[in-house]
């Protein structure tokens, strides 16, 4: 089965700008999240998506985004870039249930704003 | 605020000894307790997780021991090798109605030398 994908891998862009990335999970999974992992942060929560509704969200300023589609792939969107949005954005699926499932990671993309 | 606390920040070993990185937590609403493994530029994947009705889970030469009245726990690596040095992260996750959020440590750098 393959694993989580998340495209483009690298980005580079400019303070002002807008990015979206993209999200498409495991064959089967209806749960895609979202996190910043950062050097001085670490892995931090954006949001979580379930049956193309958000179910979680994390403390970010509302220029972070997101949406699923039917197919359960996901993207984020990330308006008015600032310098300290870059970072390793990294996606996970999971298949929810009653209790937490374990949550398969992407490589990432890795956005570096200037 | 951080929620999970883990330390330390490096750590280095030989191989063939035990590597201890212990994590504590602040909200008992917790009850899903994951360690991450990350090798440079790849995502996270699950190494082994633990609930609060055990206090010890082991899976090979991975070990949680887990405090539910301490509001800790620990991943021991017995036989450490060369090949476990990466970035490992301890995390915790309520259970809210099935959602996935999972707040991380921050990290802990082990090396193993040969």
Same mark, same amino acid.
């Given at each position: 089965k393959a694993g989580v994908t998340q495209t483009p891998r690298y980005l580079i862009k400019t303070r002002g700008q807008q990015v979206t990335l993209s999200c498409s999970p495991i064959s089967g999974h209806r749960?895609?999240?979202?996190? @910043? @992992?950062? +050097?001085g942060q670490g892995l931090q929560f954006l949001f979580e998506y379930f049956s193309e509704t958000q179910r979680n969200k994390g403390n970010f300023p509302g220029r972070f985004s997101g949406r699923q589609f039917s197919n359960s792939r996901s993207e984020m969107n990330v308006s008015t870039l600032e310098l300290g949005d870059s970072a390793l954005y990294?996606?996970?699926?999971?298949? +929810?249930?009653r209790l937490q499932e374990t949550q398969y990671f992407g490589p990432g993309t890795r956005l570096l704003v200037l | 605020q951080q929620q999970v606390k883990q330390s330390p920040q490096s750590l280095i070993v030989q191989k063939g000894g035990i590597s201890i990185i212990n994590c504590a937590y602040e909200n008992t609403a917790f009850d899903y307790?994951?360690?991450?493994?990350?090798?440079?530029?790849?995502?996270?994947? !699950? !190494? =082994?997780? =633990?609930?609060?009705?055990?206090?010890e889970k082991k899976?090979?030469?991975?070990?949680?021991?887990?405090?539910?009245?301490?509001?800790?726990f620990s991943l021991h690596i017995m036989d450490s090798q060369p090949g476990d040095s990466a970035t490992y992260?301890?995390?915790?996750?309520?259970?809210?109605?099935?959602s996935e959020k999972l707040v991380f440590g921050k990290g802990t750098k082990l090396t193993v030398n040969p």
């Open positions: 749960s895609v999240s979202w996190y @910043q @992992q950062t +050097p990294l996606c996970a699926s999971s298949l +929810p249930g | 307790f994951p360690w991450y493994q990350q090798f440079p530029g790849k995502g996270p994947a !699950l !190494l =082994i997780a =633990i609930r609060p009705d055990v206090s899976e090979g030469r991975f070990t949680i021991s887990f405090n539910k009245s301490a509001k800790q992260f301890c995390a915790a996750s309520p259970f809210q109605g099935g």
